[in-house]
């Protein structure tokens, strides 16, 4: 629509030249057209996105599902192989690896349990031998008791429940066994197994050292060749998986957990069974108790010490 002219611009264009206005007319006309051109470009470009998503937008849903399923694939693929560790058994599910068995009706024996005077007699004797003391005195009672102990009295009450306590973690790792036992393994994952293969040819490795022996030489007195041993290093490490999974599937059903603060209290009484300091410790490990700890695996042992005082609550004593 052509814009409405003013008595004013007539005016002016009047007193114009015919060469002049016909400058001007045509200059408008240009402007006019310039403004046109841009107005369809701005319009052209403004409507491409949604052209390109007409135009792909069935391959643009199918990348869309295929990408939510490649994420929701690859988690549930490290939910089911453990939790990126090689060590670790925190699985989503462990139907696919292991049928567990019934833990309703198992039984213990009370006499099992029964800590009797001789018992703590002798544990004090052992402390005193492994300390190089003669007799019992109120500075050893302080330390051998992390300074809760100050009577005799006191410090035998404290042995008995500390002894009470080692056994309730004995019986309960026996009804774990046996759980374990009564268990199916349908399948073995594998990363898991493999470093249960090194863990059981370490230990083996350690026990050589400890005989001033290499591994090779502890095989041959054992009357075992490379091909029995390797045989017996997979049936152990197969066992050791299936106890862990099981440990870890009772777990989760019974809503049995390690927490952060768990495990520091548990490893804070391993250090005071063990009674050294921390310096000493390291001289004869050469690691600290924290790294020690993580290095054999304290954690899953931790685990299956409070899913076997579980069962042994849950158990019957006779």
Not at 39 to 50: G, H, I, N, V
Not at 79 to 97: A, C, P, W
Not at 197 to 223: N, P, R, T
Request: a positive charge; hydrophobic letters at 30%; aromatic letters at 10%.
């Amino acid at each position: 629509m052509a814009k409405k002219v003013s008595r004013k611009e007539e005016e002016e264009m009047k007193k114009l030249t015919p060469e002049e206005r016909k400058a001007i007319k045509k200059a408008k006309k240009k402007e006019a057209y310039q403004k046109e051109k841009a107005e369809r470009k701005a319009e052209r470009y403004q409507s491409e996105p949604k052209k390109f998503y007409k135009r792909h937008k069935k391959t643009s849903i199918v990348l869309a599902v295929v990408l939510v399923a490649a994420i929701v694939g690859g988690l549930s693929y490290w939910l089911n192989t453990g939790f990126f560790r090689e060590d670790s058994y925190k699985f989503i599910s462990y139907d696919k690896y292991v049928k567990v068995g019934s833990y309703d009706k198992q039984t213990y024996k009370k006499s099992d349990l029964t800590v009797t005077d001789k018992d703590v007699s002798s544990e004090i004797s052992t402390r005193l031998q492994n300390a190089g003391k003669k007799k019992l005195d109120s500075a050893f009672i302080k330390s051998n008791s992390n300074n809760q102990c100050k009577t005799k009295a006191e410090y035998e009450k404290y042995i008995r429940e500390k002894l009470e306590k080692e056994k309730k973690t004995t019986v309960g790792g026996q009804l774990l066994s046996e759980v374990s036992s009564d268990s199916k393994l349908k399948k073995t994952p594998s990363k898991q197994y493999k470093a249960a293969q090194e863990e059981v040819k370490s230990s083996y490795e350690q026990m050589a050292s400890q005989y001033g022996m290499d591994l090779d030489s502890m095989i041959k007195a054992y009357g075992m060749d490379k091909k029995t041993f390797n045989k017996s290093v997979k049936s152990s490490a197969k066992e050791s998986v299936k106890l862990k999974l099981v440990t870890h599937a009772i777990a989760k059903k019974e809503g049995i957990s390690m927490s952060s603060s768990d495990y520091d209290k548990r490893l804070d009484e391993y250090k005071e069974d063990v009674g050294l300091s921390e310096s000493k410790f390291k001289k004869q490990t050469g690691s600290s108790y924290e790294d020690y700890a993580k290095e054999n695996g304290f954690e899953e042992y931790f685990l299956q010490e409070k899913v076997g005082q579980f069962l042994m609550e849950k158990a019957t004593a006779k």
